[in-house]
């Protein structure tokens, strides 16, 4: 075990000495690295951030709920608690149809329509807002209050949750098919990068071989390499997106102030920076394990 180790010791330090023999080399890689992993990662904030935006805004979808003509106040009384017991409930409001009625003769400039009228032809309702906007949710908590004594009809807006929804599952399909296109891409780059080192170390690596070097030991500082760019790479890339929201941020601010409100972009946490770290760093060691491999079978097939 401490021979093992040893050995695993020794090929990280020959890794990382050889990447700052050829720091111009390394920052390239890197550099390159970082910018395919920027790209998803800061549409994937994008998206979040939307998600958030949307479903703590005020244009929420919102339930009304109609009662019958001849609801007393405790049908009204009765209803406010089924109201209160629902959880999936955020909150709400009881609209008289007097204040109704008001509101749309205001609204609307209909004061002269409405005053001819013998009765006030709207009901009295309560107006809903659920926690979740979820659409399915929201049409299964409408038909529960549909079902509610004293209640005439209960109306639900949710074509504006629906297409909300499918715009946000379609930015994140957009987000996940880049980010497995990109992460091909940065396999490939680290495939090719060690393909390199490989055939500039040729000579070295045949004299391991006539030496009693096993595939693993030859391939292992290569393992290395291609794990520690990627891990570079993905720290590139996160320090770019969060550079990148600390600059839009800035402007956020400023025209967030103007409407009165306190509101930022949500940049990237603390899990999803370091499973970033950890994805760039398995890329970049699949990259040179099937580089070093190919090489090595190769060689074999050649003795």
Not at 66 to 77: I, M, P
Not at 219 to 241: E, I, K, S
Request: hydrophobic fraction near 50%.
């Amino acid at each position: 075990m401490r021979n093992l180790f040893s050995q695993h010791r020794a090929a990280l330090i020959l890794t990382v000495n050889r990447m700052l023999d050829a720091p111009l080399a390394t920052l390239l890689t890197v550099f390159v690295i970082g910018i395919a992993l920027s790209l998803p990662l800061g549409l994937y904030l994008l998206v979040d951030n939307l998600g958030h935006i949307a479903a703590n805004s005020q244009g929420q979808p919102e339930i009304s709920i109609f009662l019958k003509d001849n609801a007393s106040s405790a049908v009204q009384r009765d209803l406010e608690a089924k109201l209160k017991a629902r959880p999936e409930v955020k909150e709400y409001r009881f609209v008289p149809r007097d204040a109704a009625l008001k509101e749309l003769s205001k609204n609307m400039g209909l004061s002269d329509a409405t005053a001819i009228l013998g009765k006030n032809p709207l009901p009295d309702a309560f107006v809903v807002t659920a926690k979740n906007a979820d659409p399915d949710q929201l049409d299964q908590l409408r038909q529960d209050m549909q079902a509610w004594s004293g209640v005439q009809s209960a109306k639900l807006d949710s074509e504006w949750a629906r297409r909300l929804n499918a715009f946000l599952r379609l930015g994140q399909q957009a987000v996940w098919l880049l980010a497995a296109l990109l992460g091909f891409a940065l396999a490939a780059v680290g495939f090719n990068t060690i393909r390199l080192q490989i055939l500039a170390l040729r000579d070295e690596i045949e004299v391991s071989r006539l030496l009693g070097a096993t595939d693993a030991f030859i391939r292992r500082p290569y393992l290395y390499l291609g794990m520690l760019q990627g891990l570079l790479g993905g720290l590139a890339a996160w320090l770019t997106v969060a550079s990148a929201f600390a600059l839009i941020n800035l402007r956020v601010a400023e025209i967030a102030s103007l409407y009165n409100l306190n509101f930022l972009l949500a940049s990237l946490s603390w899990r999803d920076g370091l499973a970033i770290l950890v994805s760039a760093a398995c890329l970049g060691w699949i990259g040179a394990y099937l580089a070093a491999n190919q090489h090595l079978r190769g060689a074999g097939a050649a003795h």
